[in-house]
Every structure is written in structure tokens, then in C-alpha cells.
């Protein structure tokens, strides 16, 4: 049977050594350190090389965020466990973002804290549904936001007259019917459509409302 070597680290003594006999009375699992602020725990990661560091956030010295930032930066690959009191997302995104795995509240269970070091051991990260909501929840703000910026910069720099002859190019009309319903000639029509092809990057016109669909300028 594999044992795997775990790095404690949190500067209460008695919660860490509870943590431990916890930890050391599963088979498959040892506690081979213990380090009580986030440079102690720089140094026993380098020395010890555990398949898992358990990392508090709130210590002196040296936090568990930015211990976890060093340890990822100098030690790839390394597999933390973000174990706090904090409930808050900006802890929760800190942590995720500096490179931990997984994040557990100190209020969770036995059993679930157990799970939680064997996904982590396993490959797969460990979050408690609720906050694995709220990871999936920002995930789509970003996404969404990032699409809006692409799309706003990739949209087309249209005069308020091309954007008129557009919606009539989205409707199939031709020049004369687009002539006749801007009161405007004929040849200004062709030019403005020459004008909006190059700035949609068009071939032609039915490429023209297809893109303009797409970049959301044509009135439903």
C-alpha cells in the first residue's frame, strides 16, 4: 500500500496536532512534517518534498497565500490543500489563484476532510459544493465579460448612415429600395455598401448581414 507523506501547516499547535493524529491513524496516509508559519513551510516543502501540504491562510510571518505562491513558483507540481476558517470569495479565488487545489473549511467533517486529502492525492481538486458553485459562478462572469470586450472590440467603426444601409442590406433590399427609402441617390448607396463591405471585411452582401448578425448590428 502507497503512504502518503503530508505536510502540515498552521500555526495553532493544538488544532495542527489534532489534524495529525487524525491524519496518522488512516493507513494510507502520514503526517511527515509540521511548520507553523508559511516560510517554515517554503523551507519543509523544499526539504521534504510531501505529496501534500495542508496550508491555514491566517499566519504570522509568512501567510498561506502567498506561501502557497512560493511553493507552486519554486516547487511545480506541488499539491496544496487550503484548510480556513474564511468563507469569503476573495479568500477562495486568493487561494485557487496562488495555486492551491483544493480549500476546505475547518468547520467541515472527519470524513469529508478525509475525502478532501485523498481527491487532492488522487488528482481531482476538493471544494464543498457550495463554494464549487461559486468558483463555476465566477468562471461564467469572466467568460461572459471577456466576450462582451471582444466583441465591442471587434465590432466594425460604422457611420450612423452605414448602420441604416446595413439593416436594409440585412433585409435583402437593393440599391434602388434602399435609395428610395433614405431618399438619398442611388450612388451614395453603393458607396456606403463598398464602405460597409470593407470595414465588415465582406465579400459580398449576403457575407455582409451574415457578419453583421453575428457582431449584434442589425435591429431585431
Not at 493544538?14 to 509540521?34: H, K, M, S
Amino acid at each position: 500500500m502507497t503512504v502518503f507523506r503530508i505536510l502540515l501547516v498552521d500555526d495553532h499547535d493544538l488544532f495542527r496536532a489534532g489534524l495529525a493524529g487524525l491524519i496518522n491513524a488512516q493507513p494510507d496516509l502520514e503526517v511527515v512534517g509540521e511548520a507553523g508559519d508559511g516560510l517554515e513551510a517554503l523551507k519543509m516543502a523544499r526539504d521534504l518534498k510531501p505529496d501534500l501540504i495542508v496550508m491555514d491562510i491566517n499566519m504570522p510571518i509568512c501567510d498561506g497565500l502567498e506561501a502557497t505562491r512560493l511553493i507552486c513558483t519554486e516547487l511545480p507540481g506541488s499539491r496544496i490543500l487550503t484548510l480556513t476558517v474564511h468563507d469569503e470569495d476573495e479568500k477562495l479565488f486568493a487561494a485557487i489563484k496562488a495555486g492551491a487545489v483544493g480549500y476546505l473549511l475547518k468547520s467541515t467533517d472527519k470524513a469529508n476532510f478525509l475525502e478532501g486529502l485523498r481527491n487532492v492525492l488522487a488528482g481531482e481538486s476538493a471544494l464543498p459544493p457550495k463554494l464549487a458553485t461559486r468558483v463555476l459562478d465566477e468562471f461564467a462572469r469572466m467568460m461572459n465579460q471577456a466576450i462582451a470586450i471582444t466583441s465591442d472590440e471587434d465590432a466594425p467603426d460604422l457611420t450612423h448612415r452605414e448602420r441604416d444601409v446595413l439593416q436594409y442590406i440585412g433585409a435583402g433590399s437593393s440599391d434602388k429600395e434602399i435609395a428610395a427609402q433614405l431618399s438619398i441617390s442611388i450612388y451614395t448607396v453603393k458607396s456606403h455598401v463598398r464602405n460597409i463591405l470593407g470595414k465588415l471585411h465582406a465579400v459580398n452582401r449576403r457575407e455582409a448581414a451574415r457578419l453583421a448578425s453575428q457582431h449584434g448590428l442589425l435591429k431585431k
